[in-house]
């Protein structure tokens, strides 16, 4: 485990869960969102999903989900990044993902852009310069959280009922709506927000983007 992945779990322990519940149940929520944090992490791509696939519905994707030390923006902060598989240096998208446990017992996934893409395209090969991220930098996706839960083999991730509108609507934006976590695989559904930037939470499982977690 990495130096900056100890932080963020250190500094999950140390958060407190408010609200009713018997001492049993916050121990073991607790228990839960540290394992997410653990597990969460990592290099992925879906080559399985697209060499099996005969009509390229999927993109070859590389998928980094890499913990960031930066108390400036949150206690628990993950940075995401999306390239082409055949050529890392083609960005496809990028993300902060900063996760809490709410008073209602969930695990939260809030999702933030870049107000300025291109001075962070660089970001996943040069760590320093996460270290400079400040609050200003990024803009939160209002009511995109995703809530993840527990379940017997891992743990699953939807958007809140309601859906949600992006605060931006630029072409080719992709929202995660869905999400699957079962040890080294991790399904992922993405939507293209529509007419005034909403979002829906449904999820149609054929749009499924399915990675595997890299060796190493």
Known sequence: MTKIAR??????????????????????DEADFVALLKELPGDYDNLA???????????????????LNVQTVGKLVLYVRETAADDPRRLLAQRIWILERDKEHHFVQHVYLFKEPQRWMHAGDDPLLMQSLLPDD?????????L?????????????????????TSAGMLIETAATLNGDDLSMNEQQPGAGGHVTPEAD???AYHFQRRGG
């Open 148 to 168: 993840w839960t527990r379940t017997d083999t891992g743990f699953t991730a939807a958007l809140r009922p309601q859906g949600c509108r992006t605060a931006a």
């Open 49 to 67: 999903q697209t060499e099996s696939e005969e009509g390229g519905q999927h993109a070859a994707v590389m998928l980094s989900i890499k913990p």
């Open 7 to 28: 932080v963020l779990l250190a500094a999950a322990l140390s958060l407190s869960l408010a609200g009713p519940g018997s001492a049993s149940d916050k121990k073991k």
């Open 138 to 146: 990024i803009s939160q996706l209002v009511g995109c959280e995703m």
């Open 205 to 207: 499982p054929a749009l």
